[in-house]
C-alpha cells in the first residue's frame, strides 16, 4: 500500500511552454503533497508544500506564478511549470502523507523527468 | 535554521565490512529524523526513523542530542546495500523535510 504516481515520468518541451506534472496518490487519501526538485547528483529540495483544498505554501526563493501548484482533491496534485525556460530543466519529485497506518511518513513518486529546449 | 549535513559523498566499503554513513543536524528544537533510500532506477523510500527505534535490513541509526548526530550504522554490509542514502529532518509536527545532501554508498564484492 500507500504507492504515489507521477505522471508522466519524462517531458520534454520547447522554451515558453508550459507543461503539467501529476501526483496521484493511488491508495490512500493524501492531505498533504509534497513537490521537490532535485539536480544531477544534488539532493532533494522542496519547492512547496500543498493542503488539499487549500492554497500551496511556497519555500523561499520558489516563484509561486512559475511554478503553479493545485491540489483539489486528496488523491491528485498538479505542478505546472509555466513559460518553461533550459534552467527549469530538472527532477520534479512529489511525495504524499495522509490518512494511512504511517500518518507521518511522506511516500514518495518516481519522478518526472522535465528537459526543456 | 534548519540543516542537515553529510559530510561524505561518496562511501565505498567491502562486503562484510562495517558500515557508518554520518549525519550531522541544526535545529532548534526536537527534531524527528529520518534516513531514506534510493536504489538504483528506484524512488525514495523510507529505511528508519529515530522514534521507531527499530532495524531496518540490518540498518541502525541512533540519535545524539547532544552531538546532533544520527549517523546510519551497519554491521556487515551487503552487495544490495548499494545504494544513494538520505538523512533528512522534521521539526516536531511538523510537515515538510530538510535533506541532507545524500551519500552514495557502494559495497565492493
Known amino acids: 500500500g500507500a504507492v504515489v504516481s507521477q505522471h508522466p515520468s519524462w517531458v520534454i518541451c520547447k522554451s515558453g511552454t508550459s507543461v503539467k506534472i501529476e501526483c496521484r496518490s493511488l491508495d490512500f487519501q493524501a492531505t498533504t503533497m509534497f513537490w521537490y526538485r532535485q539536480f544531477p547528483k544534488q539532493s532533494l529540495m522542496l519547492m512547496a508544500t500543498?493542503?488539499?483544498?487549500?492554497?500551496?505554501?511556497?519555500e523561499q526563493g520558489v516563484e509561486k506564478d512559475k511554478f503553479l501548484i493545485n491540489h483539489a482533491s486528496l488523491t491528485l496534485s498538479t505542478l505546472t511549470v509555466t513559460s518553461a525556460h533550459p534552467e527549469d530543466s530538472s527532477f520534479y519529485i512529489c511525495?504524499?502523507?495522509?490518512?494511512?497506518?504511517?500518518?507521518?511518513?511522506?511516500?514518495f513518486g518516481p519522478g518526472t523527468r522535465l528537459t526543456v529546449l | 535554521a534548519q540543516r542537515v549535513t553529510q559530510p561524505e559523498k561518496l562511501l565505498s566499503v567491502f562486503k562484510g565490512a562495517p558500515v557508518e554513513l554520518k549525519c550531522n543536524y541544526s535545529?532548534?528544537?526536537?527534531?524527528?529524523l529520518f534516513w531514506y533510500v534510493q536504489y538504483s532506477r528506484q524512488r525514495l523510500q523510507l529505511l528508519l526513523r529515530?522514534?521507531s527505534r527499530e532495524s531496518i535490513k540490518g540498518f541502525t541509526a541512533d540519535l545524539n542530542k547532544g552531538e546532533t548526530s544520527f549517523h546510519l550504522k551497519k554491521p556487515f554490509a551487503q552487495e544490495e546495500d548499494s545504494a544513494m542514502y538520505y538523512c533528512a529532518l522534521s521539526g516536531k509536527g511538523a510537515q515538510k523535510l530538510v535533506f541532507g545532501q545524500g551519500t552514495r554508498l557502494t559495497i565492493n564484492p
Open positions: 511525495s504524499a502523507r495522509g490518512l494511512t497506518e504511517h500518518d507521518n511518513e511522506q511516500f
Open positions: 500543498s493542503n488539499e483544498g487549500s492554497k500551496a505554501t511556497y
Open positions: 535545529y532548534s528544537g526536537s527534531p524527528e
Open positions: 529515530h522514534i
